[in-house]
């Protein structure tokens, strides 16, 4: 038991963003389903409640409800979503956008459900537990920046992900005509208006990254700060701190093509340089041409 442990721990400490997020919805899971076996009414206090009048006294729900889950299902569901948007989201953003992105759309998400609530009668405003705000913010961030990547379904073949998107997007309109019927924003058990709070704020970040605007730096800056006084370096803190006050300058990524072109441009100016060592020798080669190569051999 012991070295399964260990190894979870070892995986948790050396895994991506991706991999520590999954792991603390897991372990959240597990933990809090004995708990609220035997205290069913501690559930109250980590989901975000109905009204912002009673979110001004948990405050913290706010970050809580994206790690608790109503059953195994419905962690299931939100972790297989998160898996794999999350590994296409990591290949052109960092592990900190992804925090950000996550943290942030599970806070939209909770205001636009607090907002509607807002219109509601007391008695249909009820409280909201779930990741899959914040999941949908990173599904819809990695859509709206590459909005024509395609993945492969069973039975169905090479779909493009905006398409995915366009039929997640439909099916929370649908609920959320639904829930109206009932008389309350989560009358079917799926909170609709969360989901889509969530996905505007990845649709933003997503959109905001193709125009070479990172609208999570500020909110990474506030991590980076709060994380450094869990910090026993003070030297740390202090660069943390430096780091946070001049913010990091963002450099709008490459698209395929513009990526495409220059690896081209580089494998021609390799065979050109080869060419010319096989008919004059290494000798012949320029400063620039021998740093050049040096730099393509470090590539490898």
Known sequence: MSKIQDEIIKTFKKGSMLTKLIYINVGAFIVLYFVFLFFDKLQAYFAVPGTFKELIYQPWSVVTYQFIHGGLWHLLI??????????????????????????????????FHLLINNFLPEVNQVPIIGASGAVMSVVF????????????????????????????LILDIMGLAGNAKGGFAGSDGIAHIAHMGGSALGLWFGYSMRNGKDITRSF???LNNVFSWFSTDKSDRKRTKMKATRGERFTKPKSDLDYNKDKADERKEVDRILDKISKKGYGSLSKKEKDFLFRQKDKK
């Open 78 to 111: 939100n972790m297989l979503w998160l898996f794999w948007f999350g590994r296409l989201f990591l290949n052109y953003f960092n592990e900190k956008q992804l925090l950000a992105v996550y943290l942030l759309g599970g806070f939209v998400g909770a205001f």
């Open 220 to 222: 990474n800056n506030f």
């Open 141 to 168: 961030a990695a859509v709206a920046f590459k909005p024509d990547y395609s993945v492969n379904l069973f039975f169905i073949g090479q779909v493009k992900i905006k398409y995915i998107a366009i039929f997640v």
